[in-house]
């Protein structure tokens, strides 16, 4: 298994641009999620998705959009990308949504946003 | 959200044993307490979970007292590769991980 997967690994982005952030996992997980992590901070949530089909907006939505058409896949989209959206994101994926499942991660995109 | 207290940050010299204390003195009676583990440069990987009292793996062993308002990951004899930063989440699966949140964690630094 290649466990979750995250595309691309670095990105440079001008104010305004749009862009997808891909992840996919092949473990059949039900949960899937969306992190930032800005230095110093700990991870915050942005989009979470139980199940194909059903999205939820985490912590710190604003600016992101996501969708889940299949299990697999998970992409999170900036509309128009700010400098604020500078930082590392991570996917995560978990058999079911619940803290007491282990939760996988990607390794992360860093973007930034000039 | 399941509020947890954990030091910034600690240093220890490799070949010691290293405690790091979570406090959660609002744990719900179903809550579990997962530690994760975060090298630089990578996304937070699992390392233990625990109910109560005392659980072990190959790479930790958590310590959780009766009340369970605080839990103890601890680090036999760590090496350099261990410097990361430590999370402590707490919550249940009927919360969701939506529920949970990652904090800003525990930075260890093994010093040679």
């Known amino acids: 298994n290649a466990g979750v997967t995250q595309t691309p690994k670095f990105q440079v982005l001008k104010t305004g641009q749009s862009m997808t952030l891909q992840c996919a996992q092949d473990?059949?997980?039900?949960?899937m999620s969306w992190y930032r992590q800005d230095p110093g901070m700990g991870l915050r949530l942005i989009h979470y998705?139980?199940?194909?089909?059903?999205?939820d907006q985490g912590e710190v939505p604003n600016g992101y959009n996501v969708s889940r058409s299949t299990t697999e896949d998970f992409p999170l989209r900036l509309l128009s990308a700010a400098p604020s959206q500078t930082s590392v994101y991570f996917c995560?994926?978990?058999?079911?949504?619940?803290?007491?499942?282990?939760?996988?991660f990607g390794p992360g995109t860093r973007l930034l946003v000039l | 959200l399941a509020k947890t207290t954990q030091p910034i940050s600690m240093d220890s010299y490799e070949g010691q044993e290293v405690n790091i204390t979570c406090s959660h003195n609002?744990?719900?009676?179903?809550?579990?307490i997962t530690w994760y583990q975060q090298f630089p440069s990578q996304g937070p990987r699992f390392i233990i979970q625990?109910?109560?009292t005392k659980v072990t793996n190959e790479v930790a062993s958590l310590f959780i007292p009766a009340d369970r308002k605080s839990s103890t990951l601890s680090l036999p004899r760590v090496s350099l590769s261990d410097t990361a930063v430590y999370y402590c989440?707490?919550?249940?699966?009927?919360?969701?991980?939506?529920?949970?949140?990652f904090g800003t964690g525990t930075k260890l630094q093994v010093i040679p």
């Open positions: 625990g109910y109560k």
């Open positions: 989440l707490v919550g249940n699966n009927s919360g969701g991980y939506q529920k949970v949140t």
């Open positions: 995560a994926s978990s058999r079911t949504s619940g803290p007491q499942e282990t939760q996988y």
């Open positions: 473990m059949n997980h039900e949960y």
């Open positions: 609002n744990i719900a009676t179903n809550d579990y």
């Open positions: 998705s139980v199940g194909a089909g059903i999205t």
